[in-house]
C-alpha cells in the first residue's frame, strides 16, 4: 500500500534552516507529483511546494525564495528545504502523494 513518511522536523530559531525528508513506498514514486502543506494550530491546512515526477516545481507565494522542494527518484525521497525560517511557519508539515497524506512532521520555530 502507499505510505509516505516524513522525517526532519524539530526546534529552530528564527532565521535557522531545517530539511525535510518525505520517504515514499507502495507506488511507482517517479511518476507522481509530490507536494508540501502544513497546518498551524487553529488553521486551515494549507499548501507549501509541490515538484512533478519531472522536477517543475511551484510554490506558496509566503515561502517562495526561502523553501526548496527537490526529489530524488532513485530514492523514493521528496525533500523540502526550509531556509531563513519565521515564527509564522510553525506547524506540522505533511507530505502529499498519490493522493496519501503522510503522518506529518512537527517544525517550531522559536527563540
Known amino acids: 500500500q502507499v505510505q509516505l513518511v516524513e522525517s526532519g522536523g524539530g526546534l529552530v530559531q528564527p532565521g535557522g534552516s531545517l530539511r525535510l525528508s518525505c520517504s515514499a513506498s507502495?507506488?511507482?514514486?517517479?511518476?507522481?507529483?509530490m507536494s508540501w502543506y502544513r497546518q498551524a494550530p487553529g488553521k486551515e491546512r494549507e499548501f507549501v511546494a509541490t515538484?512533478?515526477?519531472?522536477?517543475?516545481?511551484d510554490y506558496a507565494a509566503y515561502v517562495k525564495g526561502r523553501f526548496t522542494i527537490s526529489r530524488d527518484n532513485g530514492r523514493n525521497t521528496a525533500y523540502l528545504q526550509m531556509n531563513s525560517l519565521k515564527r509564522e511557519d510553525t506547524a506540522v508539515y505533511y507530505c502529499?502523494?498519490?493522493?496519501?497524506w503522510g503522518q506529518g512532521t512537527q517544525v517550531t520555530v522559536s527563540s
Open positions: 507502495g507506488f511507482t514514486f517517479s511518476s507522481y507529483a
Open positions: 502529499r502523494g498519490k493522493a496519501t
Open positions: 515538484i512533478t515526477g519531472t522536477g517543475s516545481t
